[in-house]
């Protein structure tokens, strides 16, 4: 359990630094829901990266598509750890 909480603050903060570098709105936010999402087995953090895609939709489609490019490179890199 601890293992896994630490991911999920990794995951988090990485989120974090990504979405204040693209500039999407409510980056803390966003981040600690992931978080707090990567903590669901399996489904958590494909459901927290379509949401945070669906916010990103809101800013634009380019900013869209580099949420989920990020997310997908998250999720597999905790496959091969």
Request: glycine share 8%; aromatic share 6%; charged share 0%.
């Amino acid at each position: 359990m601890l293992g896994n909480a630490v991911i999920s603050l990794i995951i988090a903060t990485a989120t974090f630094i990504w979405l204040v570098s693209i500039g999407l709105p409510y980056p803390l936010l966003l981040a600690i829901l992931v978080g707090l999402l990567d903590l669901i087995p399996v489904i958590g953090s494909a459901v927290a990266g379509v949401l945070v895609a669906l916010a990103a939709l809101t800013v634009s489609v380019p900013v869209c598509l580099a949420v989920i490019g990020f997310f997908v490179a998250i999720s597999s890199s905790k496959i091969t750890c």
